[in-house]
């Protein structure tokens, strides 16, 4: 099999290659980085016989020979049109863009997979990859992400959830009510609303409610910078003249997501948002650099309102 994995989530990214990498012993894997590799070396390790298994995985990163400037052989290609059928060929780019005008890519999308993983990856597009294997309607995949949102994460941890549970190849909307979790999108609305407007004891209240429902601190963290950046974002284009349906589709997020926002956003100034989502950013990096504590990060943070002038 070939494999030509792209895209800016270095996370699923990762992620996929693991997977992939999954069913091969360690001493079976080889790993080149394009940037230092002559390709030839590539071809030839791919050609030769594993001395401890029959099959054996070839992972090439920065194969930037996918990019439009990127530079290929007529041996890769001569390769990609007869393959060692004992060998998984694997290349990873770090871009958002491949040329699939080239023959090399060409040749992957015919003889093996592309697999993309960018930003800009619609929601539904997501669902629908993730469960190709599984019979599921379109308003079944709307219900998922109207209930669960439309980060990506979330949606992966959701379904595998669903695929865990279910034992034959039907999602309906009750297995989407049974074996999902909604999202806190009403609690995180009430908490930002509360921040914004200084009603510390309010604010708390409601952190505290999350967090006793098992919502955990830097989930709340991310969902809080997320909704606040898609409020500033939404608010930001509305001003510009952009309709609702355009704004989603601008925005690459699903239309009941911005139909919330818009009407949230008409709460708070933009310098408010701003602001609001420079303290989580400093929050973050407060968290990951050790310099906060995880547990007390969020209380300080709504505490300190009234002083940062939020």
Do not use: W
């Not at 999954?22 to 791919?46: A, G, P, R, Y």
């Not at 469960?131 to 980060?151: A, E, F, H, T, W």
Request: hydrophobic share 35%; with cysteine.
């Amino acid at each position: 099999m070939i494999y030509l994995i792209y895209g800016t989530k270095n996370y699923f990214i990762d992620k996929c290659v693991k997977d992939i990498s999954k069913d091969f012993e360690d001493i079976n894997i080889s790993k080149f980085d394009l940037d230092n590799t002559n390709l030839n070396d590539v071809i030839d390790d791919c050609m030769t016989i594993s001395m401890f298994a029959n099959r054996k995985l070839v992972i090439c990163e920065n194969a930037s020979i996918f990019s439009p400037t990127g530079k290929t052989s007529v041996e890769l290609e001569n390769y990609l049109n007869n393959p060692n059928s004992l060998t998984t060929l694997v290349f990873v780019l770090n871009s958002d863009k491949v040329d699939k005008r080239k023959k090399i890519t060409k040749l992957i999308k015919e003889k093996g997979e592309i697999k993309e993983f960018c930003d800009n990856e619609n929601p539904s597009t997501f669902v629908k990859r993730s469960l190709k294997d599984y019979q599921i309607d379109n308003s079944v995949v709307n219900l998922l992400i109207d209930r669960v949102g439309d980060n990506i994460l979330t949606l992966e941890s959701e379904i595998n959830k669903i695929k865990l549970y279910k034992d034959d190849k039907v999602i309906t909307k009750d297995d989407i009510f049974k074996l999902t979790s909604k999202a806190a999108y009403d609690d995180i609305f009430k908490l930002i609303d509360y921040i914004i407007n200084d009603n510390k004891d309010k604010a708390l209240e409601t952190l505290n409610e999350m967090l006793k429902n098992g919502e955990e601190v830097i989930k709340i963290i991310i969902i809080l910078a997320n909704q606040i950046r898609l409020l500033y974002q939404a608010k930001t284009l509305q001003t510009k003249g952009f309709s609702e349906k355009s704004i989603a589709e601008t925005l690459k997020v699903h239309p009941y997501r911005i139909k919330l926002a818009l009407q949230n956003g008409r709460k708070y100034s933009s310098e408010s948002l701003l602001n609001n989502l420079k303290a989580l950013a400093d929050i973050d990096f407060g968290i990951k650099s050790g310099k906060l504590n995880k547990d007390l990060a969020l209380e300080m943070y709504i505490l300190s309102q009234n002083e940062n002038k939020f």
